[in-house]
Antibody, heavy 119, light 110 residues
Framework: EVRLVESGGGQVQPGGSLRLSCAASGFEFSGYSMNWVRQAPGKGLEWVSYIRSSSSIIYYAESVRGRFTISRDNAKNSLYLQMNSLRDEDTAIYYC????????????WGQGTLVTVSS | QSALTQPASLSGSPGQWITISCSGTSSDIGGYNYVSWYQQHPGKAPKLMIYDVSNRPSGVSSRFSGSKSGNTASLTISGLQAEDEADYYCSSFTRSNTRVFGTGTKVTVL
């Protein structure tokens, strides 16, 4: 069974940093591209970042470029999101999502971890 | 990259069909056959319902179908059932290699 489990969320002050993790199991993690997607309270989904299976290609949404860094450790079956210079508007549930192999879509999602940016 | 445009809400009676539209531009929906749709129940993670415009993952009911015409994609739910009441989001690949979601549609089963 494919399983994605996010962790690392919590409350942080504006300007602070946080590192999210996503532990993958039940599939060959090194063979899949991964994403981070977030959802502000009561709002819609927002794509945040993408990383190729080999880490060779990375993309960011304009709203987080220069502040967030996506990375992965295939040996540890883990995906990460380093978030710096956090703003109030970064408050959201952060999901890790797996790319559908060979097709376009996010076929597996974690349960999400809540990040709250507040003073 | 602006969010794709969806109607905020739609409703239908059990057994009816509804169509959710997702409007973009030639830089996203219109430029690629890379549209997917997601269902999200309250407090739950999104679930993939349609990929590559019109393909259903294994386990998704055939009552769900997807299509695209020009810069607009659509998700049709036929034979509406109570469990279909949820939020639905479209998503597309974009010219800048990013991904973009729609604004979301709340479907209510009357």
């Amino acid at each position: 069974e494919v399983r994605l489990v996010e962790s690392g969320g919590g409350q942080v002050q504006p300007g602070g940093s946080l590192r999210l993790s996503c532990a993958a199991s039940g599939f060959e993690f090194s063979g899949y591209s991964m994403n981070w997607v977030r959802q502000a309270p009561g709002k819609g989904l927002e794509w945040v970042s993408y990383i190729r299976s080999s880490s060779s290609i990375i993309y960011y949404a304009e709203s987080v470029r220069g502040r967030f860094t996506i990375s992965r450790d295939n040996a540890k079956n883990s995906l990460y999101l380093q978030m710096n210079s956090l703003r109030d508007e970064d408050t959201a549930i952060y999901y890790c999502a797996r790319d559908l192999d060979g097709y376009w879509g996010f076929d597996s999602w974690g349960q999400g971890t809540l990040v709250t940016v507040s003073s | 990259q602006s969010a794709l445009t969806q109607p905020a809400s739609l409703s239908g009676s059990p057994g009816q069909w509804i169509t959710i539209s997702c409007s973009g531009t030639s830089s996203d929906i219109g430029g690629y056959n890379y549209v997917s749709w997601y269902q999200q129940h309250p407090g739950k993670a999104p679930k993939l319902m349609i990929y590559d415009v019109s393909n259903r993952p294994s386990g998704v009911s055939s009552r769900f179908s997807g299509s695209k015409s020009g810069n607009t994609a659509s998700l049709t739910i036929s034979g509406l059932q109570a469990e279909d009441e949820a939020d639905y989001y479209c998503s597309s690949f974009t010219r800048s290699n990013t991904r973009v979601f729609g604004t979301g549609t709340k479907v209510t089963v009357l």
